[in-house]
């Protein structure tokens, strides 16, 4: 990994000062401003580090623990108390399109990680190794949380739960982060490295660096609708059928508060036990806090309704039990950086294939309803099973260019928010596609360290090479040193 500088915190006095920001008499009538305080405080500083990932979900997970096994010293900052993201804190029990109907697409490290789960009967009981490389796989959150726990201290990664980036030292101009400020219980650290890595789901150290991202909400009429999903059990799954015929009826009863047709339903994970995926929350704005933090409430009640509906109105549920809501919103749509390329619907229609591809995929268009309308819902449908499904065999390829913010020299951003628009963004947001692009973050990142060759000037013949060897599928027959930029 060439000449390590050896790791040392610099622990001085903790200093801070604090001033109200001076501020002019408003005029009558004048539009309100905030005040605002200046910070300045000294705080440790660590090195020694050759990569940082903030986020532990599905992408920033397998960057670690891949860029790691590479040779690596890496540092993960995970906000919560486990990795997994939306398949462990969020309660999204399943690796969606992970086949095309007749392989896997979305192998190398996700095979590893489900072929474990599989051996430890962590799978939705009856998965055969066949059906879910075909297809995907329904799991048990605790069980991938051990998963990835073993992995990641396996590889070596240094795991800090309850951290978040709050910060970035970067030079804009040359596009290029010299490190950042975690906060958890012990306060504030400043991490120096050499590369970083953006898992976080919604760009947040992205964001912080200034990379221009779009902003749902902003950049598009409303955002997607999170759910909140949870945990329960005593479900009769031999009996358990018919779940959307059940929510026409509810929905014509007027049993629910918002009448919402799009309930993506419940879920098997064990002999008894499943994953309810609902209730939307409309109208959320998942970069404002008051908003997440009012949608989280309002999610909580209207879990409720769902179980009543379901002990109601569908076989197999009349006994069910609520275990759990979970911990973090199921957010679909935040930010997306501005990458290198961005993948576009027009790519998606034709079922591009790159020369620079990392991974591949096969999953549908998925831009979850906007409101409870029956005119949205069937906007939904139609997308969601016509032009936007794709046949069995086929995929998109996805460039080594989505995952590097435009202009940044030793920056990747994997997961949800890489670069692609508002359509391609709704099939490849999901868990399954997260991990591959995670694993070829941390093995790019790994790369522009021994190369000594910035993020956007990386020989992807090589990178392609690599993930082949890891076992990635990259079926591309000709491949090319340099990316494929958005002109």
Not at 3 to 29: F, H
Not at 92 to 108: H, I, N, P, Q
Not at 192 to 206: C, E, H, Q, S
Not at 288 to 307: F, H, T, V, W
Request: net charge positive; aromatic share 8%.
């Amino acid at each position: 990994m060439g000449q390590r500088i050896s790791r040392r915190a610099l622990m001085k006095s903790c200093a801070i000062a604090t001033s109200l920001a001076a501020a002019p008499p408003l005029a009558l009538g004048a539009e309100s401003r905030p005040m605002t305080y200046k910070l300045v405080r000294e705080i440790p500083a660590e090195e020694g580090y050759d990569l940082v990932v903030a986020g532990g979900g599905p992408a920033g997970a397998a960057a670690a623990i891949c860029a790691a096994r590479l040779g690596a010293k890496v540092l993960l900052a995970e906000a919560t108390g486990c990795l997994g993201g939306m398949g462990t804190s969020g309660l999204v029990t399943r690796f969606a399109y992970a086949g095309d109907g007749e392989k896997m697409l979305s192998a190398g490290l996700l095979r590893e990680i489900c072929g474990i789960l599989q051996e430890r009967g962590f799978l939705k009981p009856g998965s055969t190794r066949s059906n879910w490389e075909k297809g995907g796989a329904a799991f048990q959150p605790e069980g991938y949380k051990l998963v990835l726990d073993e992995l990641a201290f396996k590889a070596g990664v240094e795991v800090r739960f309850f951290t978040r980036v709050i910060d970035a030292d970067v030079d804009r101009k040359s596009g290029t982060v010299h490190g950042v400020v975690l906060h958890n219980i012990e306060g504030y650290h400043y991490i120096r490295a050499r590369k970083f890595i953006d898992g976080t789901g919604d760009a947040a150290l992205a964001a912080l660096c200034g990379v221009a991202c779009r902003e749902a909400g902003r950049d598009t009429p409303k955002p997607m609708a999170p759910s909140l999903c949870s945990m329960v059990s005593n479900v009769d799954w031999k009996r358990f059928k018919n779940q959307q015929e059940a929510v026409l009826q509810a929905v014509k009863d007027a049993f629910f508060t918002v009448p919402d047709t799009h309930v993506p339903g419940l879920f098997q994970t064990s002999e008894t036990t499943g994953s309810m995926n609902a209730p939307h929350i409309f109208n959320l704005n998942a970069l404002r806090c008051k908003s997440l933090s009012d949608g989280l409430m309002m999610g909580r009640k209207l879990a409720q309704e769902y179980i009543a509906f379901y002990r109601k109105y569908v076989p197999g549920c009349e006994k069910l039990e609520h275990v759990t809501t979970a911990a973090l919103l199921g957010i679909r749509e935040s930010r997306r950086i501005m990458g290198e390329y961005e993948l576009n619907v027009n790519d998606f229609m034709a079922r591009r294939q790159f020369p620079d591809q990392i991974a591949v995929w096969h999953g549908a268009i998925d831009i979850h309803v906007y409101d409870a309308s029956r005119e949205d819902y069937k906007r939904y449908y139609d997308e969601f099973h016509t032009a936007g499904r794709m046949k069995k065999g086929e995929c998109i390829g996805i460039p080594y260019g989505v995952l590097v913010p435009k202009g940044w020299k030793n920056l990747w951003v994997a997961g949800r928010p890489v670069s692609a628009d508002i359509q391609v963004h709704g099939a490849i947001r999901v868990q399954s596609a997260a991990v591959t692009m995670g694993q070829a973050a941390g093995t790019a990142a790994v790369q522009s360290i021994k190369t000594r060759r910035i993020a956007d000037e990386l020989d992807i013949e090589q990178l392609v090479t690599t993930l082949r060897q890891a076992g990635a599928y990259l079926p591309q027959t000709k491949t090319s040193k340099v990316m494929t930029r958005t002109t």
